[in-house]
T-cell receptor
Framework: GQQVMQIPQYQHVQEGEDFTTYCNSSTTLSNIQWYKQRPGGHPVFLIQLVKSGEVKKQKRLTFQFGEAKKNSSLHITATQTTDVGTYFCAGTRSGAGSYQLTFGKGTKLSVIP | ETGVTQTPRHLVMGMTNKKSLKCEQHLGHNAMYWYKQSAKKPLELMFVYSLEERVENNSVPSRFSPECPNSSHLFLHLHTLQPEDSALYLC????????????FGNGTRLTVT
């Protein structure tokens, strides 16, 4: 079955440092989605990437979708304490024709003030 | 306010009990989902309903029984659960189903004793 791997599993950064999490799929994806879950909260949708090589920005967050549509990354510039949480990528296998959105295990980000 | 409301927020039940989780979405979406979130595991898709018809059932044990009476409401009926079923159960909805972003509820934290 489809697998989505995320690294690293945990990341501790000093406030102001940059942070990157990587997502790799065993199969080509039709799209990739990113979610953020704050401690004690629920996943909240951040963004969806559809096109090969696509790059999208949301303030300090930059999202990339690989040319082969099998990997993605989320980069946060100058982290703040409000960035704390777990970041999940999720993808649907290309041509799958199903509702199966496969999630990675997530990267838990801690920001030291 | 997430637009997707889950009740109860917390539930403790014995292995012989029968209980139900409720989800209601106020977003006018066509698809609704049940996900299970356990520690150190990816989000696991349990069931998907599209326009009140079940379209995905991911080999979930029969002690979990979903019900979707209309496109705004989703239930998960629980009976004779096991301690390993303790987890956060998340309801989500999406506009069209395949490839569209998920809007999650706050979840029900279930503990089976």
């Amino acid at each position: 079955g489809q697998q989505v791997m995320q690294i690293p599993q945990y990341q501790h950064v000093q406030e102001g440092e940059d942070f990157t999490t990587y997502c790799n799929s065993s199969t080509t994806l039709s799209n990739i989605q990113w979610y953020k879950q704050r401690p004690g909260g629920h996943p909240v949708f951040l963004i969806q990437l559809v096109k090969s090589g696509e790059v999208k920005k949301q303030k300090r967050l930059t999202f990339q979708f690989g040319e082969a549509k099998k990997n993605s990354s989320l980069h946060i510039t100058a982290t703040q304490t409000t960035d704390v949480g777990t970041y999940f990528c999720a993808g649907t296998r290309s041509g799958a024709g199903s509702y199966q959105l496969t999630f990675g295990k997530g990267t838990k980000l801690s920001v030291i003030p | 306010e997430t637009g997707v409301t889950q009740t109860p927020r917390h539930l403790v039940m014995g292995m012989t009990n029968k209980k139900s989780l409720k989800c209601e979405q106020h977003l006018g979406h066509n698809a609704m989902y049940w996900y299970k979130q356990s520690a150190k595991k990816p989000l696991e898709l349990m069931f998907v309903y599209s326009l009140e018809e079940r379209v995905e059932n991911n080999s979930v044990p029969s002690r979990f029984s979903p019900e979707c009476p209309n496109s705004s409401h989703l239930f998960l009926h629980l009976h004779t659960l096991q301690p390993e079923d303790s987890a956060l159960y998340l309801c989500a909805s999406s506009p069209t189903g395949m490839d569209s972003p998920l809007h999650f509820g706050n979840g029900t934290r279930l503990t089976v004793t």
